[in-house]
C-alpha cells in the first residue's frame, strides 16, 4: 500500500521514523511518498502547499501528517484552485483539511493503566467537525485596533455529515451512545443548527442512545466523570479544546492519537505539537503517532495489524520501562520504538524486523 508522508517540524524525523519503523514492523508492504510541505515548499516552490502536492496526496489515499510550528498572529495561506482561483485559510493545517476535503477530525482518547492514574478507563471518541465554526477564519479589525469581529459559520450540510459519521462510526465499532455539545442557549441560531441535525440524523439510528449537553458542563463532567461519554460530536473549536483536555486526563498528548478523514481519503496525526524546544535529542514521544498509524492499518483494512500495534503501545506503556520524559520516563525515541516492536504479537514471526 501507499502511504504518504507531509514532513514537518520540529521533531518530526523523529516520531515520523519511528511511526514508520513500527508499521513496516507489522509485515504489511508499503510505499512511502513523502512531500515536501510547509517551509520546505516554500524554498522549492515559493508556496507551502502547492496544487500539485495536493492533487499527488488525493491519489495516495492514506498520508501522516507530521506536526507543523504555528506562529501565534499569523499563518494565513492562499491556495490556487484548479480554476485559477484562489482561496485563504486561516492556517496550514486548515488548508491542508480544507484542501483534500476532509470533514470530521475523529480523536479517541483511551486511559493507560499505570499511567492515567483514576481516568485509566476513560474510553471516548471525540468528533470534532472541521469545515467550519470560527476556524474558518473570516475576521476583521473595527477601526483603528478598537476591536475585531469573526463569523461563526454553521450549515446543515456540514452538521448533517458530522452527524451521520458519528452515529455510523458507533453502530460499526459496538459504541452505545453519542452525545452532541453545545452552547445552543446562548448561540441560538449556530450552535442551535447543529444541535437540530444531530437531533434529526439520530431519528435514523433507534439502537444508539443520543443525548447532548452544553460544552462547559460538559468540561466539568468530563474531568469528573468520563464514563458519562461515548462518543462525542462537536463543532470545531469546541472539539479542539475538548480532546487536548481529554488528552490531559490520560496523562500526555503523546498518547493521543488523530486523524482527518474525508470520503475516501485521510490523514493521520498526533494531537501534540513540533516540540521545537526538544527536536533533535531523541526524546520525544512517538506513541501518539504510532497510534495514529494505527488508525491508518485499521481505516486501510489491515484489522489485524492494526490491532497488533495498539496492544504493542499499550504493553509499552503498563510496563513503564521505555517512557520518555514526557511520562516520567528515562527512555528516548529509539528505545520506545524498539519496545513496542518488540511487543508485537499476534503476527507470523516472518512479519518482524
Known amino acids: 500500500m501507499y502511504i504518504g508522508i507531509l514532513k514537518g517540524d520540529g521533531i518530526d524525523p ?4 519511528a511511526t514508520q519503523l513500527v508499521l513496516e514492523a507489522t509485515g504489511i508492504p508499503i510505499e512511502w511518498k513523502e512531500f515536501s510541505v510547509g517551509e520546505e515548499a516554500i524554498k522549492i516552490s515559493g ?13 495516495v489515499k492514506y498520508s501522516i501528517k507530521a506536526p507543523f510550528i504555528v506562529n501565534k498572529l499569523e499563518g494565513r495561506i492562499r491556495c490556487t484552485q484548479p480554476n485559477g482561483s484562489e482561496i485563504t485559510y486561516p492556517s496550514f493545517n486548515n488548508a491542508v483539511r480544507r484542501e483534500l476535503g476532509l470533514f470530521v477530525n475523529p480523536r479517541p482518547i483511551k486511559g493507560f493503566p499505570g499511567i492515567s492514574g483514576r481516568y485509566e478507563k476513560l474510553d471516548v471518541v471525540i468528533m470534532r467537525e472541521i469545515t467550519e ?5 473570516h475576521e476583521h479589525m473595527i477601526g483603528n485596533d478598537i476591536a475585531a469581529e469573526a463569523i461563526k ?33 446562548v448561540l441560538n441560531y449556530t450552535d442551535g443548527l447543529f444541535l437540530r441535525c444531530f437531533g434529526e440524523v439520530s431519528k435514523a439510528y433507534p439502537d444508539i442512545e443520543a443525548d447532548d449537553m452544553m460544552i462547559d458542563a460538559a468540561c466539568y463532567t468530563m474531568v469528573l466523570d468520563p464514563t458519562r461519554f461515548d462518543v462525542i460530536v462537536t463543532a470545531n473549536q469546541y472539539g479542539d479544546i475538548l480532546s487536548d483536555l481529554a488528552a490531559g486526563m490520560i496523562g500526555s498528548l503523546g498518547l493521543a492519537p488523530g486523524m482527518n478523514i ?29 497510534l495514529s498509524g ?3 492499518l485499521r481505516l486501510a483494512g489491515y484489522e489485524r495489524e492494526a490491532k497488533a500495534v495498539r496492544d504493542a503501545v ?9 517512557l520518555t520524559p514526557d511520562l ?15 511487543n508485537l504479537t499476534g503476527l507470523p514471526r516472518s512479519e518482524h524486523i
Open 294 to 296: 494505527a488508525e491508518l
Open 314 to 322: 499499550c504493553a509499552v506503556v503498563e510496563a513503564k520501562v521505555d
Open 47 to 59: 508556496h507551502p502547499l502547492p496544487l500539485s502536492t495536493v492533487q499527488q496526496l488525493r491519489e
Open 153 to 185: 459559520l454553521t450549515t446543515r450540510a456540514a452538521a448533517t455529515r458530522v452527524a451521520t459519521y458519528s452515529f455510523e462510526y458507533a453502530r460499526q465499532h459496538g459504541r452505545k451512545k453519542v452525545t452532541c455539545l453545545h452552547k445552543a442557549n
Open 133 to 137: 465554526d470560527i476556524y474558518i477564519g
Open 328 to 342: 516520567d520516563g528515562r527512555g528516548t525515541t529509539a528505545s520506545v520504538t524498539a519496545a513496542v516492536i518488540a
Open 262 to 290: 474525508g470520503d475516501g481519503i485521510a490523514t493521520f496525526e498526533a494531537c501534540h505539537g513540533a516540540a521545537p524546544d526538544i527536536a533533535g535529542k531523541g526524546i520525544a514521544n512517538p506513541l501518539a503517532l504510532i
Open 14 to 17: 523523529e516520531i515520523t521514523r
